[in-house]
Nanobody
Framework: HVQLVESGGGSVQAGGSLRLSCEASGFDSSGFVFSTWCMGWFRQAPGKKREGIAV???????EFADSVKGRFIISKDNAKNTLYLQMNNLKPEDTAMYYCAANWGACNLAAGARSPLGTWGQGTQVTVSS
């Protein structure tokens, strides 16, 4: 079955940048084609609900949460079966576990934030210090 593995998290100072990657594997058996996937990034901090950050659909159209507009960029490389999240001007409130997800249902942030479906990675921690 499909597996998603995030990487690139770490600890940075406010104003710094990180680039998260999400590599997909084992998808041949699923019958999915990576280039057609709806994919996104979500985050969850302790005591908080899961929050949608950014989504990219099969046509590479994107949606961003208001809190990250102008700072984060979502992109994908179909040849590498990899999704990316470039995070710039990081703030302490960005501190959370970041998850990559695919094909959870309707391809928008709200649906992804609440859906129990689809494929989810194990997460990568991002910590931003002030």
């Amino acid at each position: 079955h499909v597996q998603l593995v995030e990487s690139g998290g770490g600890s940075v100072q406010a104003g710094g940048s990180l680039r998260l990657s999400c590599e997909a594997s084992g998808f041949d058996s699923s019958g999915f084609v990576f280039s057609t996937w709806c994919m996104g990034w979500f985050r969850q901090a302790p005591g908080k609900k899961r929050e949608g950050i950014a989504v990219i659909d099969d046509d590479s159209s994107t949606e961003f949460a208001d809190s990250v507009k102008g700072r984060f960029i979502i992109s994908k490389d179909n040849a590498k079966n990899t999704l990316y999240l470039q995070m710039n001007n990081l703030k302490p409130e960005d501190t959370a576990m970041y998850y990559c997800a695919a094909n959870w249902g309707a391809c928008n942030l709200a649906a992804g934030a609440r859906s129990p479906l689809g494929t989810w990675g194990q997460g990568t921690q991002v910590t931003v210090s002030s």
